[in-house]
């Protein structure tokens, strides 16, 4: 069945090949297969929601992108936005648009890759769609694929996190390291053969030196959750976001919905290995290139000063995750950079998803 | 500014023009602008969810679809789902992919036509993005639009209606009437110029005569939400399901789901004013096509019945909604027609959503 086309197999055999592999916990009372899910939410807390769309030629290229990595990537991405909410997720709706002539063997990569982190995070997937894309003709290309995924978490009321609560004075930190998605991005770009059709593009199986490292960081984001989540019950962040188009841009959402001004150190931004070495050899400047790439899936929040016990309990609690002071939030409402050189303006974030 | 492209004014403006316009009840803590959407279920109700995609070239045609019709049935299919469910909709997420050269005012006229279905039932667009679709190179068509709407809706537990609850001796009813849709759809495809590039297609104002309310039915289909549920309330259905792929499809899944037969009377079956003439001048098979034709998004159940009762509170609250007996669910899981020269089988229904 793997080597045959979507169109050959129908949606049908499609869908019933998905939901074979779906478990539901017990307060999922309607799975897959009637007209809607139904679920019971969980007691004391509120509903969060997200969608966020994963397009063929816009958020990943299949010429470089195993399906594995799309299929993971498009949970973790609204994972992910959870996460900066201080939200467990709980389940997720999975829409597919396929282009006819898809191998199945590559909707079960993409299925794959997605349950493998939905099972991680104890995510149920409790329903979605799947239609066709259009293909007008024979001589167009075909249609994009595209996988939009709503996720749906649970909060309590008093452990929100909110882009808005920045306040002047606040310390400014970041989960991991950064720069690494967008180095790995384009190690896979340039070594990848860009003249022929989109394949089945190459699994990961290699051990992950440095190189392989920085492109599993594109491939694979891990979100944040459990970090969302302690920020959320230590109460130890005034504001909070993920980082999808760069680090630059999550601090302007920050400041630009608090009303303050940010200033980082550029000594003090965590850079992931390799990256500033990768930029140097191309003679990029690598504080630029560092703040605007994209895809890192960290989260950056804020947090007054007099949190400092809050921060510890959450900074022990989070194992071996790094939590690192970057900057202070200001009452000017400039973004800026400190670095040896001087103060500079931040740079503009790369705009690639835009949420209502 | 609406005489601009999608490219030209950014993705950005384009999502400030739509949240500028929307209003949050006090349920919704956390709306537009951060990570997620947060809000607070409804005291004791359980959680309903669904999500259908809407994709140009398989689900709509810009020649002949206007783009307040776009938006209205990319909303009216999710909650006619939410209302299948015996659920009352409450909110919905909007996941808009959109080629780059489209006209901002064919955004605008897809957003009115979602917003003024949003509005009738309250429902809050509580979150969402917004993508542009791919254009491999200028030699290539444009890429598809694509809507993909979350609902979101609630149902106390003993309220709920699904696909699986129908036993032998069940009598089978239909809300509204049955094969408009499809043969509007005919009639827009007929009168359309399908020579051309996509334009921003004709926005109704002419009286509704026959044909209009025809070609009405299938541009902006009315879910059921009313009907949904006082069914549930009343508990007055053992099992239902929403007409998005033709009476026949609909029959089958829940037959399917519930492990019984259905017998349909011909001479039962509501057809919409002008169906049966419209098939007939074409030479066309009247039972066959009705039943196959989708896009009705009427309401089929399933009753006890002794539960006539319940039955005629339903009618008498659901004001003029015509509400049919058509049918009796039968042990054996045979589908068939009984008709003036005998029983048929149940021919296939169309395919063209896949739910997960």
Redesign the interface.
Known sequence: VSSRTVSEI???A??SR??ARLAMPSWV??G??????????ERGA????????L?????FDRRFVPPGAIGHRALAVNIS??A??G?APR?A???L?LPDQLEVAVVDAVVDGLLALAERHRVA????????????DAS??P??M?I?V????S?R?RR?L???GARPGDDVFVTGTIGGAAVGLNMLRSGADLTGPPGRGPEWSAPLDGSAKLQEKYLRPEPRVRAGLLLGRNRAASA???LSDGLADGLRQIAV?SGVGITVDEAAIPLADGVAEFYRNRGTDVLCAALAGGDDYELVFTARPAWRGRLKAVRSQAGDLPITKIGVVTRETRLSVRTASGDRDLPAGF??????
């Not at 397009?55 to 958020?59: A, P």
């Not at 705009?351 to 209502?356: M, Q």
């Open positions: 129908g949606e049908h499609l869908i998905i939901t009372l309607v897959p297969g009637d007209d809607a899910a139904v679920i019971r939410p509120l509903d969060v929601l997200t969608t966020d769309a397009v063929e030629g816009v958020h936005d959870l900066a909410m939200a389940a709706l999975l829409s648009v997937i409790i329903g979605g769609n799947i239609t066709r894309s259009p293909r007008p167009q290309a249609g994009p595209m939009d709503t996720a749906i978490g909060v009321p929100i909110t882009r808005g909070c976001i993920d919905a705009e690639h998803f835009r949420s209502i």
